[in-house]
């Protein structure tokens, strides 16, 4: 019975040390869950914070792409105005040159009826001056 009473308290002091090696296992995985608990916290509050900041983004960017098809509009419809308006002066150019030059014939006709009634009338004059009739006493 002497190996039986020592094997037990071997035994004993075995398992204790097993129950101390499991205690401390079981302690660093505490820790180590606890450790992993909080990153797993930071990278939840990290997720969310990104998540604002990407749907305050997309919301941007639609804002901003609104914007940018409203200036195209813009852009497109002042550019038609400026295509008439444009169109409209080069008529506008034409007209003046063609009244311009009609302005030149009427001057020129203008000029030349003043010459004819100016030869008109000096022939008439010439008529006059030569047909005069002589008295005697």
Do not use: H, W
Request: glycine share 2%.
């Amino acid at each position: 019975m002497r190996r039986r009473v020592k094997r037990i308290p071997y035994k004993s002091e075995e398992l204790e040390a097993q129950i101390n090696g499991e205690i401390m296992s079981i302690t660093e995985l505490k820790k180590d869950l606890d450790a992993t608990r909080e990153f797993k916290s930071e990278l939840t509050r990290d997720i969310e914070e990104n998540k604002k900041r990407l749907s305050s983004v997309i919301e941007l960017q639609s804002e901003l792409s609104n914007k940018l098809q409203i200036s195209s509009t813009a852009k497109s419809r002042a550019e038609a105005r400026l295509e008439k308006a444009v169109t409209a002066r080069a008529d506008m150019v034409r007209e003046i040159e063609e009244l311009r030059r009609q302005k030149d014939v009427l001057q020129r006709r203008i000029e030349f009826c003043k010459e004819k009634d100016a030869i008109g009338m000096a022939s008439r004059l010439g008529d006059l001056t030569c047909s005069y009739k002589e008295f005697t006493i």
